[in-house]
């Protein structure tokens, strides 16, 4: 910031405008990489503790059963070694800096090494986190986003398309390859603009579901409606919901087979009916309806495909809808008696459909994250997929982490 | 048919103006919407088409789409307008003076695919009879879907049609499917003209010949595993009665109901092609017969006739959709069992090792058994 001196005073107030904008990601960002949630470092520091322990019993005699669990710690506490060795140059360096009795020339010395130890501690937090947190069971795979519009009439549905174009933009400049699977607003169309009823976005890279599983629950606008004549703001919202994705050649296809797996489906369960059925058929019809319909009896799950003119690439979409919305279901369920245990330690609210995760208000042009509690200022750029998106949904990834963390803590306490 | 609603009309005008149009032909309005959508999707690829076929309309995108909605208005089949149809996994050429493949036809030829394509003991050359193939979508996609699962086998397919107009559009059809990627069809595929309905014992027209003159002439087997065909089978009456305007008003009538005879009620009229069909199948010594007909009421006479030439082992009748599990018991017909979801639709015939490979265990002969 020193070279603030030299700039005139009419470049200074352009430059006002945008920091005021950046400010607030250059501080999550900031804290993004730099520091440790505190769950993970007590974490981090219990696993050292043990650490040190099984290596006192290892020089004892031979234990395989500690080895192994040793072996399993030893980039933790690698990684912890370096945190707090960076740690400890950062807070030197800046007492040198901030001790006015230091040497002046010492200190602009320090002042030069500042920025190479920042960046080492950030990688170092990286590393820290990353060799700790648990790694969700899916997120290596591509997802399926459904978006539907909640309260609110039309002007949730119009927010709906809103949205799915917030993502569609997003996976562009990330440059993933996303497709509308289905896109049903009461037009047949999919411009700005028109009520929508219902989309499914599929983002079909590896890692999606990682990126995206934070953007699950309810998404509330609140904004002047443009079918509303006297100026006053409305409240509405809109759900997303989603799904790791399963296409038929990902690395889970046995699991298609496997009555064990989230993704089975015993095909005899599912009635599969094709909408021109009823009449006649055969020669005497030549209509188009390519709709396929697929009902789950044991859990009345309903899914329709009808984009397509081809049968089977409606039947195969809807079977592949079907899947992930069970095998989604099957793991709620399951995740549900965990998620029982957690909250009862911590109180950890979890992120599935019901929650109101985020707030869209125009009228102070901000973004605010109920979860990860940041507010953001640039709505246009959220809205446009822009990286004030990235920002938000990186703490939001930030905060799910921690909460895994702890979580991950209160199971292992609850065990014990 | 019933008018439709002002109400809805007014409604689909606000969605957008062009949907009252399809409405016409659609009924409802989310098929309206599908037609509208996929024709906008048609006149975008036209738009975007490198190679413009008319630079005028290019440059009228909008106007284009509405005279195409015009046109479906006027009941012109949708298939016609865009050019092409799907058909099991492949999509096809379409043309007027060519029957459009039905989703039901598909069904049962997928079906039958699957069935024979994991039986033991095939033969290394399975050869394919279609009679009346049309589009040639059947044996089109019977090697699509064979080939995908057995590539060791080796496929001889042979269409035969009376006209063509329906064989050079097949020819087409079979360089279309080759030249696409994902397509798995590498039998050997022929389509030739022949009428299947004149008697090589009769007077003779050369033009076309009949189907044993035609196999001769283009150097065909005589003998073939397997003979389908979707005939002509709509009576007179059943054509005004219940095929839809639009396939009245442009699909051929050839393609639809069968020529009238001398002292053949509405009946015997429509039923007309599948004595001469089983009889070809019985010269071509084929152990597996799958025909198409128009309802359970034609399956039974069809299935009876089958019974009284005595030369098969096993006979039964699918319906729509034969892959699902028969839930209904309406229309179980006592003498011949019945496969699957939705209207009858085809009878299946098989003697000797066509048993084996149908999966369907030795039968007694003439299939007298019901199911329990
Ligand atoms: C119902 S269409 C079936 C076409 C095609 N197999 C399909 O499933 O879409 C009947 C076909 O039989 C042909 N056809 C009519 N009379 C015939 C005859 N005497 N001999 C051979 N083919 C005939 C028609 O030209 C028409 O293509």
Known sequence: MNTMHWICRSCLSRAIRPLFKLRVRWQTTASATESVPPALLARARAVADEHKQLAEKLANGFDTRAAKKLGGYGAIVSALEEWDKANESLAELTSLIHDPTSDPELRELAADDLGATRTSLAKASQNLTTSLVPIHPFAHLPCLMEIRPGAGGSEAAIFAGDLVRMYQAYCNRHNYRSTLLKYENINGTSEAGVPLSEAVLEVNSASAYGVFRCEAGVHRVQRVPATESKGRTHTSAASVLVLPSLEENTSLENDFEDPESDYYIDVNEVKVEVMRAKGAGGQHVNTTDSAVRLTHIPTNTVVSMQDSRSQPKNKEKAWQLLRSRLAQARREKREEEMVALRRSVLGVAKTGRGDKVRTYNWGQQRVTDHRSGATVHDLDDVMDGGQTLDTVMEGVRRWLMEKDVEALIAEEASKK | ?372
């Open chain 2, 1 to 372: 048919m019933p008018r439709l609603a002002i109400a809805l009309l007014r409604h689909a005008y606000t969605i957008d103006p062009l949907l009252p149009l399809l409405l016409r032909p659609c009924r409802t309005l989310a098929a309206a919407q599908n037609e509208l959508r996929w024709l906008r999707e048609h006149v975008d690829k036209l738009v975007q088409a490198r190679r413009p076929v008319n630079r005028k309309l290019q440059q009228q995108p909008k106007a284009l789409l509405r005279r195409l909605a015009v046109e479906r208005a006027s009941g012109k089949p949708l298939q016609y307008i865009l050019g092409t149809e799907f058909f099991g996994e492949l999509e096809l050429r379409c043309q007027p003076g060519v029957l459009i493949p039905r989703p039901e036809t598909a069904a049962s030829v997928t079906h039958l695919s699957h069935l024979i394509q994991n039986a033991p003991a095939l033969p290394s050359e399975l050869r394919v009879l279609d009679l009346c193939t049309g589009t040639g979508c059947i044996p089109l996609l019977f090697d699509h879907d064979f080939s995908s699962a057995r590539s060791d086998r080796r496929l001889q397919l042979l269409g035969v049609d009376i006209s063509d107009k329906a064989i050079g559009l097949a020819h087409r059809n079979l360089a279309r499917v080759r030249r696409w990627k994902a397509s798995a069809g590498r039998g050997d595929v022929d389509f030739i003209l022949a009428d299947v309905l004149s008697n090589p014992f009769g007077d003779q027209t050369l033009d076309p010949p009949c189907l044993k003159a035609a196999l001769n002439f283009n150097k065909k087997p005589y003998f073939w595993d397997i003979v389908i065909a979707n005939p002509p089978y709509i009576s007179p009456s059943a054509y005004w009665s219940t095929t839809t305007r639009s396939v009245r008003g442009f699909e051929p009538k050839l393609a639809l109901v069968p020529p009238p005879r001398p002292g053949n009620n509405d009946t015997e009229q429509a039923d007309y092609f599948y004595p001469r069909l089983l009889t070809a199948a019985r010269d071509a010594e084929a152990k597996i017969v799958l025909l198409e007909v128009a309802d359970l009421d034609q399956a039974m006479r069809v299935a009876t006739m089958a019974r009284r030439i005595a030369i098969f082992d096993g006979i039964e009748i699918w319906r729509d959709q034969p892959d699902q599990r028969n839930e209904s018991a309406v229309g179980i017909s006592a003498e011949f069992p019945v496969r699957g979801q939705g209207n009858a639709r085809s009878v299946l015939c098989w003697r000797g090792l066509g048993a084996t490979w149908l999966g369907r265990g030795r039968a007694t002969k003439t299939s007298r058994t019901t199911r329990a």
